[in-house]
């Protein structure tokens, strides 16, 4: 589930400290704009709704609003009730907890907000991922914020009741390529070279040891994609995957579609951490580094969300951010 992004922009390093004051495990402010329940993707096709049960697509994005609105009013107090204590915000530099992120949207002073692009994938009874675009105005940090917008994801979990925050990731974004590469053919697994990954190369829908550890069960969709095995690959996606890139919402298809036109062989992969959000979804983050598609090297921060549907473990959702490199001095 990996399009290793064409490259990092100064858009992130401006906004970063604005979505740490704007979105912690979620987002941040005056909603001064209509925003499109469910819109049109910048993908190439929509991902379906997941029809697994629990909340509904209104209904979350309703809790998304409300964290805005709680911004708008500054009540960091109600901001920070509506995240879980184990809360994980990731952006182009900061991966903090709940903590950081309510000391740091107090930095955040928008005078107008617009959400749009909507869209929702249940991921169990309890449990729900929504991705949109982001595009404020105002200041963070007494600095005006630089033009441009985010793709945003927040996860929201039941918890005693209560639907909770628990995961925010947010990316600049950026202009899909005019002539993307083209896909490669399928390769039998046996045909490349192994994989250099902590995993063994077994199925990403096997049963044993990594049923249900979801760190070993991204290593192995990994171990399948430097072994160009697209078909093991394939079938640890959900249907209704969706992921999130700085260059667009892809869905299944697309995500598909955009492996095969990576070398992943020469990737590395490091700090893993799961965060479980219930009995059968957990939240997997850490980095990837790698050669960008223009040679130089890349850093990403990447998370999955992992989902057991019917007794099979399956990747649901994905989100990458490139690393802004730390300036000069």
Aim: one cysteine or more.
């Amino acid at each position: 589930m990996k399009r290793f992004p064409a490259g990092t922009t100064l858009l992130a390093v401006a906004l970063s400290s604005l979505i740490l004051g704007a979105s912690g495990c979620t987002a941040a402010t005056n909603i001064n704009s209509p925003a499109t329940t469910n819109g049109n993707l910048s993908a190439p096709a929509n991902a379906n709704l997941s029809t697994t049960g629990g909340a509904t697509a209104d209904e979350i994005t309703a809790k998304e609003k409300q964290l805005w609105d709680a911004l708008k009013n500054r009540d960091y107090e109600a901001f920070g009730k509506m995240l879980s204590s184990d809360s994980v915000y990731i952006s182009s530099d900061v991966v903090g907890g709940k903590d950081e992120t309510v000391n740091g949207v107090k930095n955040f002073a928008p005078t107008e907000v617009e959400l749009s692009d909507w869209k929702t994938v249940v991921l169990d009874a309890d449990a729900a991922v929504v991705t949109y675009t982001v595009d404020a105005r105002g200041t963070s940090g007494g600095q005006p914020i630089p033009p441009g917008a985010l793709r945003a994801s927040t996860a929201w979990v039941k918890r005693g009741g209560e639907w909770l925050a628990v995961y925010h990731q947010d990316c600049p974004v950026e202009e899909r390529p005019a002539n993307p590469p083209t896909a490669e053919t399928s390769k039998p697994a046996g045909s490349a070279a192994n994989a250099n990954t902590a995993a063994p190369a077994s199925s990403a829908t096997g049963s044993g040891g990594a049923a249900d550890d979801p760190i070993a069960k991204e290593k192995q969709l990994w171990d399948a994609l430097k072994r160009k095995d697209w078909d093991t690959f394939a079938a640890g996606l959900a249907e209704d995957q969706i992921e999130v890139e700085p260059t667009g919402v892809y869905d299944k298809a697309g995500t598909l579609a955009a492996v095969k036109t990576v070398d992943f062989t020469k990737m590395t992969l490091s700090d893993f951490k799961a965060t479980k959000f219930d009995a059968d979804a957990s939240l997997v983050t850490y980095t990837v580094k790698g050669p960008g598609p223009d040679g130089k090297p890349m850093v990403e921060r990447a998370s999955s969300i992992w989902v057991n549907r019917g007794g099979k473990w399956l990747a649901v959702f994905h989100h990458g951010t490139p690393v802004t490199p730390s300036p000069s001095k």
